[in-house]
């Protein structure tokens, strides 16, 4: 190699290396990312609303002792968030549209307001109904929506415990048609209680099932029905669907799915209906696309019976009655 050749090699692995170093530099810099701490947002008041970063989150806060969680129902996709490699990545569509309408019939008909919680975000890139590892998947932008998705919620359910003896959260979901192609149009309601427990004989579930498995202890501890009265009695989550002409199951008429596709409720219907530090309960609710959130119209009308059925379930189960409260 001559003199100038070897004086051009030079300059190339100089500016090879120098960009190598760059690019190791930059990968340090997101490895190494830091956010503002959470609750930095804070204090968190009534009828305003909270975004978390980059708007990934919202947050709703309320003044009744009920929190609407949806995790899946969000459509953004920021490139700063790869793709999900393993596990269900299905939106559940309309969710978020579903409880912003029950949200705005809870205060145009009653002056109150649920807290709302809401991951805007593709599943594609969160599962905010997932432990951290699958549903962020190792990405740390990810990872911090997930963080303030469930700080939100903490925060909510603390204030809710604040001023109530306990609370709910409804984990809101939607399922599509079954694998046989078979459009399930019942409300699936999630106890933490598997199809197969669910299929078992009344006087079955109340020797055999303890109200500890489920996420309702708080309500079933402290009431005089049995587990199965409140799984699917009278005074059941889903007794109140059906009177309002919701399908729903467990219920009077559907007390188990015998057999079929049924989803007994989540990660977070464990989280914050299993967790015996607070007095609180949780119930996922799997919603049927067909006149139920697939319109606008058939929103507004399943919120307005919603928000009539919920007042019956919670006064009945906890003697709060949400329209009264101050
Ligand atoms: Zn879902």
Redesign the pocket.
């Known amino acids: 190699m001559g003199g100038l050749k070897s004086y051009l090699y030079l300059l190339l692995l100089l500016a090879l290396f120098s960009c190598n170093k760059e690019i190791t530099q930059q990968n340090d810099e997101s490895n190494d990312v830091s956010f503002t701490e959470l609750g930095s947002d804070a204090p968190y008041l009534y009828g305003e609303t909270y975004y978390g970063r980059k708007s990934y989150v919202t947050y709703y806060p309320g003044n009744i002792p009920l929190i609407l969680s949806i995790?899946?129902g969000g459509d953004i996709s920021p490139p700063e968030i790869g793709n999900r490699s393993y596990g269900v990545t299905v939106t559940?569509s309309n969710t978020i549209e579903l409880g912003i309408a029950i949200r705005n019939y809870f205060y145009s008909n009653y002056n109150i307001r649920p807290y709302v919680i809401i991951n805007n975000l593709k599943r594609t890139k969160l599962d905010a109904?997932r432990e951290i590892i699958e549903a962020a998947q190792g990405n740390v932008f990810a990872e911090r929506a997930f963080d303030e998705f469930h700080f939100y919620i903490n925060s909510a359910r603390e204030e809710i415990l604040s001023k109530y003896s306990t609370g709910f959260l409804f984990d809101i979901?939607?399922h599509g048609a079954n694998p046989d192609g078979f459009y399930d149009i019942r409300t699936w309601i999630g106890y933490l209680l598997s199809g197969d427990q669910l299929d078992n004989s009344n006087s079955y579930i109340d020797q055999n099932i303890s109200i500890d498995n489920t996420s309702i202890f708080n309500i079933a501890n402290s009431s005089t029905e049995t587990l199965s009265e409140i799984l699917r009695g009278p005074n059941s989550l889903g007794s109140f669907f059906e009177n309002n002409l919701y399908t729903a199951l467990p219920s009077p008429n559907s007390p188990s799915p015998e057999g079929m596709k049924y989803f007994s409720g989540g990660y977070n219907t464990f989280l914050y209906g299993k967790d015996r530090n607070f007095n609180f309960n949780a119930i996922q609710l799997e919603f049927p696309f067909p006149d139920l959130r697939d319109t606008q119209q058939s929103r507004n009308t399943f919120a307005s019976a919603f928000v009539n059925l919920i007042q019956k379930y919670i006064q009945i189960h906890t003697g709060i009655d949400i329209f009264q409260t101050d």
Do not use: A, R, V
């Open positions: 995790p899946h559940d109904n979901h939607g």
